[in-house]
């Protein structure tokens, strides 16, 4: 099957740096790769659509200029995580559907703790 | 919008019992719909889906879903819980389209099991 790999898988960092984290399609191009969000004992929650090419597109309530998104090849997407505080601590995860198929395949996610 | 209900928050079952966890979606046409389990700090992997044709699907791992459109539900099922199965289980549906790699999530059921 189709392999995404997201990278790190966790990263702790302090308060008001950035953080990058990258989703790979492995072995199949993606023009469209999806971000979502889970707080502790919470459900999945879509962030933003990633677009090879061109500008992301925000879910409602998301601050594009807090959570950067980047899908500058048929193989990457990177969500960076600008000036974090503690309350952006959480599990990213990142999802992409080969061409062809009908589901998405999903990375290992991103556990952020902000200190 | 779309939407989906699990109703069932934290399921504990014995080992070797059986096992349903409840998934009721909003949505006005037909959806793609989904079952991932995500094990503690773990990504997401695919239980099974329902696109089109048999309501019954099986999946990997002896799970097993049925598609009933009268109730908007897609309840999964395995007739006998191991103990390998404790983990947190999420009800997702896309649109049939354009765009339908983009998953709307459950909130979970968390499933315990007793040896």
């Known amino acids: 099957g189709a392999v995404v790999s997201q990278h790190p898988s966790r990263v702790i960092c302090k308060s008001g740096t950035s953080v990058k984290i990258e989703c790979r399609s492995l072995?199949?191009?993606?023009?469209?790769m999806f971000w979502y969000r889970q707080f502790p004992k919470q459900s999945l929650m879509l962030m933003a659509t990633?677009?090879?090419?061109?500008?992301?597109?925000?879910e409602q309530g998301v601050e594009k200029d807090k959570f950067l998104i980047n899908h500058a090849s048929l193989t990457l997407s990177t969500l960076t995580v600008t000036s974090a505080h503690p309350e952006d601590s959480s599990f990213y995860i990142c999802?992409?559907?080969?061409?062809?198929?009908?589901?998405?395949?999903f990375g290992q996610g991103t556990r952020l703790t902000v200190v | 919008a779309q939407s989906v209900t699990q109703p069932d928050i934290h399921i504990t079952v014995s080992e070797g019992a059986s096992l349903e966890l409840r998934c009721n979606y909003s949505?006005?046409?037909?959806?793609?719909l989904f079952w991932y389990v995500q094990s503690p700090g773990q990504g997401l992997q695919l239980l099974l889906k329902?696109?089109?044709?048999?309501?019954l699907v099986q999946g990997i791992k002896g799970f097993e879903a049925e598609f009933k459109r009268s109730q908007s539900s897609f309840n999964l099922r395995k007739p006998s819980v191991h103990w390998s199965d404790a983990a947190e289980y999420f009800c997702?549906?896309?649109?049939?389209?354009?765009?339908?790699?983009?998953?709307?999530f459950g909130k979970g059921t968390k499933l315990s099991v007793i040896p």
């Open positions: 999802s992409a559907p080969p061409r062809g198929l009908s589901e998405a395949f």
């Open positions: 072995d199949f191009q993606a023009t469209t």
């Open positions: 990633s677009n090879e090419g061109s500008k992301a597109t925000y």
């Open positions: 949505y006005g046409a037909t959806p793609y």
């Open positions: 329902y696109f089109s044709g048999d309501t």
């Open positions: 997702a549906v896309s649109y049939s389209g354009a765009g339908s790699y983009q998953l709307t």
